[in-house]
Nanobody
Framework: QVQLVESGGGLVQAGDSLRLSCAAS????????MGWFRQAPGKEREFVAA????????AYADSVKGRFTISRDNAKNTVYLQMNSLKPEDTAVYYC???????????????WGQGTQVTVSA
């Protein structure tokens, strides 16, 4: 069992940057692949980025590739999402997710945080 708490969301202007954090409870954080997903109003939840258990491999949605960076600090039980060059279409609730084992882009992660709102104004 792992509990996830996101932070770092807010209201920014187009072109700005934000860093989201996701703090995880539990002693086996290093065994979990971690993902970020987002859901905009009226839309389905979509994959944003994911990182493997030890951070050696990452995956990104095409829409954020080159602008967002996922990373993790297993000593701090925390995963980050650095978001640069934000666009209004990045506006959504961002969710952190955990899955024991391998990275996946599908939303089959069993553990989810409560979400943090990111709003990007034009």
């Amino acid at each position: 069992q792992v509990q996830l708490v996101e932070s770092g969301g807010g209201l920014v202007q187009a072109g700005d940057s934000l860093r989201l954090s996701c703090a995880a409870s539990g002693r086996t954080f290093g065994g979990y692949a971690m993902g970020w997903f987002r859901q905009a109003p009226g839309k389905e939840r979509e994959f944003v980025a994911a990182v493997t258990r030890v951070g050696g491999n990452t995956a990104y949605a095409d829409s954020v590739k080159g602008r967002f960076t996922i990373s993790r600090d297993n000593a701090k039980n925390t995963v980050y999402l650095q978001m640069n060059s934000l666009k209004p279409e990045d506006t959504a609730v961002y969710y952190c997710a955990a899955r024991y084992g391998l990275l996946t882009k599908t939303d089959t992660y069993p553990y989810w945080g409560q979400g943090t709102q990111v709003t990007v104004s034009a």
